[in-house]
């Protein structure tokens, strides 16, 4: 299988940028973002992309997604807002957070948002008392333990609840309009697709011959970028989810919700070794960026970054910790790297999803700067950083 090229820094670039910027420090390809969206609506062209905004909202990437002609999966009425200021208007969006709040609701009312999605009856009179009207999917939970982050364990209503539950929302007075569900986050096969397709075309079928047709079929997101150790053919994935959508779908709007897809691919980071000491007989390397701040990633998304040192020398096990003062501010233990010192840099690819929106300042610690790429690449001697992975 040919392997796919994604942004990642040379030695030259991280060097220049370290310098002129500081660590730590998030750079940002837009390219990728662009290739990544067009590769989902290349491979699946009936299907109407909304970027889940939760794993980056990068002002620049909702920029371009928007630029781009994309849509938005937002989970809150900041999300909305945010989006309404960048002139998004409310139809490109779908309130996607299955247990709204009331300040969610009237910022759908306000902005225009009038697609939604919901899993229990109690969410069916909330929705028809702030948004009379709306379009409303039923998200169904679906069962998938290979997933890398099993969100069905929260969200999701079970298959024996699916006709009572549309044709509550319909006796309602909302738009009763499909089924939604997510098969969880790094899915490395079409299998799980091809199973939630089975049992919503199941739901169609039920709906229709109790006089409800169905028209909108919400696939979710999803879809894997690489990760250590973790093996699969994406084109492949994304030929067998189509196919199965032209066969028992046809003439359904089909929509997506990627998120980590989008932009997972398109940031690295920069950070640097600001102290070394050992303990237990394992070196430990202390970073400027940790737990608190983009490996935030580690705990909330259980990433496992690939680090990347531009030394030479006999691979140890190592231990990786942040710079704050809490003990529990610890990355990786037994990392295997070569031996750093003070001021070494190290970088960190494939760091875009669930990083950055996650930080914080806790410690009095500054977030990481983002530059973006295409607009420094200019400053850096051999800016040539595609590399396979």
């Not at 044709?167 to 490395?188: E, P, R, Y």
């Not at 979710?220 to 030929?239: A, Q, S, Y």
């Not at 920069?270 to 608190?292: A, K, M």
Request: glycine residues 10%; aromatic residues 8%; negative net charge.
């Amino acid at each position: 299988m040919k392997k796919e090229k994604y942004f990642q820094l040379n030695q030259a670039a991280v060097e220049a940028l370290a310098e002129k910027y500081g660590t730590p420090l998030l750079v940002l390809s837009l390219e990728q973002i662009e290739k990544n969206y067009n590769l989902l609506r290349t491979h699946m062209p009936r299907v109407k992309v909304f970027y889940a905004i939760k794993a980056n909202p990068h002002r620049r990437i909702l920029e371009l997604m928007r630029d781009l002609g994309s849509n938005f999966d937002v989970a809150s009425d900041g999300e909305i807002m945010g989006l309404a200021s960048l002139g998004v208007d409310g139809s490109r969006m779908i309130y996607a957070n299955p247990m709204k709040t009331v300040n969610g609701l009237r910022a759908c009312r306000n902005a225009g948002v009038g697609k939604m999605t919901f899993d229990s009856a109690g969410e069916i009179d909330k929705m028809a008392r702030e948004c009379p009207g709306a379009t409303a999917l039923l998200r169904i939970r679906i069962d998938n333990s290979s997933a890398h982050v099993d969100l069905n364990k929260k969200f999701g209503a079970g298959r024996e609840q699916a006709l009572e539950l549309l044709q509550k929302a319909k006796a309602a007075g909302l738009d009763a309009a499909g089924i939604a569900f997510h098969v969880g986050s790094q899915t490395t096969s079409a299998d799980p697709y091809l199973n939630a397709l089975d049992i919503a075309r199941e739901i169609f079928e039920e709906a229709a011959a109790n006089g409800m047709q169905l028209r909108i079929m919400d696939i979710g997101g999803g879809f894997p970028i690489p990760e250590p150790k973790v093996r699969f053919n994406l084109t492949e994935m994304l030929k067998q989810i189509n196919a199965r959508l032209d066969e028992d779908f046809p003439g359904v709007e089909i929509w997506c919700e990627p998120g980590r897809f989008i932009c997972g691919t398109a940031v690295n980071l920069i950070t640097s070794v600001i102290g070394v000491t050992e303990r237990g007989g394992q070196p430990w390397y202390f970073l400027d960026d940790g737990l608190y701040g983009t490996f935030s990633g580690v705990l909330f998304d259980q990433w496992d970054f690939k680090l990347i040192s531009f030394k030479e020398g006999e691979q140890v096990a190592a231990t990786f910790a942040g710079p704050s003062c809490d003990s529990l501010d610890i990355m990786f233990r037994g990392k295997m790297t070569v031996r750093q010192e003070e001021g070494d840099l190290i970088l960190v690819p494939i760091c875009g999803a669930y990083t950055s929106a996650s930080a914080t300042t806790f410690n009095g610690f500054s977030k990481a700067n983002f530059v973006v790429w295409e607009d420094v690449k200019g400053e850096v001697p051999d800016a040539s950083p595609a590399k396979e992975q």
